[in-house]
């Protein structure tokens, strides 16, 4: 009786000994539905012939794929359509704004490329960012309409973050300002009602409603 447990326990401590020891290295693919029947079977036969190899294979179509591969959640994408090899087009404001000068001294640091297509304000830009696929550009985010949020790296060993109130909220994503509001003097009478109301619960809750943040 007791060879036999202290066989069941060796038996036991040689199945957790080589389960710690067996590593496994996952491959994720996604994109494609026209490819997926051929990215299954390929993922199939090579897991046959390498164990310690795992490929998770979904599809979704080419532009989750896309879109996937550009976030970083999958490794490979499968797409039944080329990719848009082109040059990025960029917009701008003009240099009388103060996003113009906020970008300059905060975020491109230095002179704005010669290419950068300027224009008389944020909503000129989003409209010239919608017409072009290979198009980008700045502004508030109230104006982002019809247009994507791209993620933002503070630096090179940064991770990219997406402008949301939590991101913002936290002090996470790096390209922030102070929008202010400038009086001649301190507020009396129904001016100072009306700033305060702007800054109460109700004021601030039209910040969020146009698309901006709240300062608090």
């Known amino acids: 009786m007791k060879k036999n447990r202290f066989l069941t326990i060796m038996l036991s401590m040689i199945l957790v000994l080589s389960a710690t020891g067996f590593s496994q290295s996952k491959i994720t693919v996604k994109g494609s539905d026209t490819m997926v029947i051929l990215a299954q079977k390929w993922a199939e036969l ?19 794929g896309i879109t996937a591969l550009i976030n970083g959640t999958t490794d490979i994408c499968n797409a039944s359509r080329p990719g848009n090899d082109a040059e990025i087009r960029l917009y701008g ?3 009388s704004s ?33 017409k072009d696929v290979n198009g980008i550009g700045y502004g508030g985010a109230a104006y982002a309409q019809g247009v994507k949020h791209a993620k933002v790296k503070k630096d090179d060993k940064s991770p990219a973050i997406l402008p ?32 305060d109301w702007i800054l109460s619960a109700e004021g601030q809750m039209i910040v969020t409603e146009v698309g901006y943040f709240p300062y608090k």
């Not at 090579?46 to 989750?64: A, D, E, L, R, W």
């Open 164 to 195: 949301t109130p939590e991101s913002i909220g936290k002090g996470e994503y790096p390209i922030t300002r102070f929008l202010y509001m400038y009086l001649r003097n301190r507020p009396t009478g129904d001016t100072k009602k009306y700033v």
């Open 46 to 64: 090579y897991m046959k012939s390498n164990p310690s190899t795992v490929i998770q294979v979904t599809g979704g179509g080419s532009g989750v």
């Open 98 to 130: 103060g996003t113009y000068t906020y970008f300059h001294d905060e975020v491109v640091n230095g002179d704005y490329a010669a290419s950068v297509q300027t224009l008389p304000g944020t909503a000129a830009v989003v409209n010239a960012v919608k």
């Open 93 to 95: 404001r003009e240099n």
